[in-house]
């Protein structure tokens, strides 16, 4: 499995939006877009049935990391009107009040992880948080 798939997973592990379902004969993860709460549906494999995207609420453009805190699965349609945000300067004031309302979702939809997806969130912290508290 791809880091990539291991990522998404732990996204998925982390997310209250996400229940395990199926997707015709496959195990799948079915959840909500962080902007728009459309569907997403993750393969059990971490990849992606619908158009789900890695979202980082702090830009990476602006330093910011892989943490899982400051992930998030979005949409593509979300994800890509987001970049455009992501190219207004650090200290722009509507970047600020994007960022604070994305953390304010990521925080409340935050769960501790089931145990089938527990391996990826330990992979991810251990590759990507540095301080793994939310």
Partial sequence: MKAKQRRVLAIVATDATFEASRHGTRSVWVGACIHCR???TIGADGRPVSEAT????????????EALANLALACGACNRGKSRHDQRPKH?????????????????RWREPPSELSAHVAWATRAFDPDPGV
């Fill in 38 to 40: 459309s569907p997403l």
């Fill in 92 to 108: 722009d004031p509507r970047l600020a009040e994007i960022v604070a309302e994305l953390r304010r979702r990521r925080a409340e």
């Fill in 54 to 65: 890695i979202e980082h609420i702090w830009p990476q453009r602006h330093g910011g990391d």
